[in-house]
């Protein structure tokens, strides 16, 4: 398999509106960011609706066929199962891929958290260092992060970063080198899941 998405986003899914907004109003504004550069990026209510699909084997070869994984951070991605798969993954892809690329001129990120609630000590561990813009002024009344100008100026270093990434991933490929192992090598890793208590049980799922 070769490189085919831009970056996979990671995000929790919500019932309610601000994690929904939040979604939409970072992935358009980087779609549109990064369109002058690459066709797609990897969002699984866009691309998981085919019947019969493996989800465990379809997310593993999503994320190994992106350039970058964003995680869209709430204190409450780290008790969601799959998003720590999700996560686990991309961070041993990522430990592979700068061991390959050897440049220290990629911030040593292929991984890219924003956060929109929390602090950065509800990070995981492994993406403290990592962490790329503080979204927490995003609200439901002001959700357009191209209005706001730190938060657009994110946007576009983000993609930036990924479309550097990607020139030098070219480079090796057209060389020959295989980025991605063969379908039934995919596998999500396993990982560790913080329990968080919640006040509406029956409201939450990831």
């Not at 989800?55 to 350039?67: G, K, N, Y």
């Given at each position: 398999?070769?490189?085919?998405?831009?970056?996979?986003?990671?995000?929790?899914?919500?019932?309610?509106?601000?994690?929904?907004?939040?979604?939409?109003?970072?992935?358009?504004?980087l779609r549109d960011?990064?369109?002058?550069?690459?066709?797609?990026?990897?969002?699984?209510?866009?691309?998981?609706?085919?019947?019969?699909?493996?989800?465990?084997?379809?997310?593993?070869?999503?994320?190994?066929?992106?350039?970058?994984?964003?995680?869209?951070?709430?204190?409450?991605?780290?008790?969601?199962?799959?998003?720590?798969?999700?996560?686990?993954?991309?961070?041993?892809?990522?430990?592979?891929?700068?061991?390959?690329?050897?440049?220290?001129?990629?911030?040593?990120?292929?991984?890219?958290?924003?956060?929109?609630?929390?602090?950065?000590?509800d990070l995981p561990?492994?993406?403290?260092?990592?962490?790329?813009?503080?979204f927490r002024a995003?609200?439901?009344?002001?959700?357009?992060?191209?209005?706001?100008?730190?938060?657009?100026?994110?946007?576009?270093?983000?993609?930036?970063?990924?479309?550097?990434?990607?020139?030098?991933?070219?480079?090796?490929?057209?060389?020959?080198?295989?980025?991605?192992?063969?379908?039934?090598?995919?596998?999500?890793?396993?990982?560790?899941?913080?329990?968080?208590?919640?006040?509406?049980?029956?409201?939450?799922?990831?």
């Amino acid at each position: 398999m070769a490189i085919r998405y831009a970056c996979f986003v990671s995000y929790v899914h919500g019932n309610g509106q601000l994690l929904q907004s939040f979604k939409e109003a970072v992935t358009n504004a980087l779609r549109d960011e990064l369109e002058a550069f690459f066709d797609e990026l990897w969002i699984d209510k866009e691309m998981l609706d085919v019947p019969g699909q493996d989800l465990e084997s379809t997310l593993a070869q999503a994320i190994c066929q992106s350039v970058c994984v964003v995680v869209l951070f709430v204190p409450k991605y780290s008790s969601r199962e799959w998003c720590m798969r999700e996560l686990a993954t991309a961070l041993r892809i990522e430990k592979e891929r700068l061991a390959q690329l050897k440049s220290t001129n990629l911030r040593q990120s292929l991984v890219i958290p924003i956060m929109l609630r929390g602090e950065e000590d509800d990070l995981p561990a492994e993406l403290r260092s990592k962490l790329w813009g503080d979204f927490r002024a995003f609200s439901l009344r002001n959700p357009d992060v191209v209005k706001d100008e730190q938060q657009y100026k994110t946007i576009q270093d983000i993609a930036k970063h990924i479309y550097k990434v990607y020139k030098q991933m070219e480079d090796l490929e057209r060389a020959g080198h295989k980025w991605c192992p063969d379908d039934e090598k995919c596998t999500l890793a396993a990982a560790t899941v913080t329990p968080r208590t919640t006040l509406f049980p029956n409201r939450e799922r990831a």
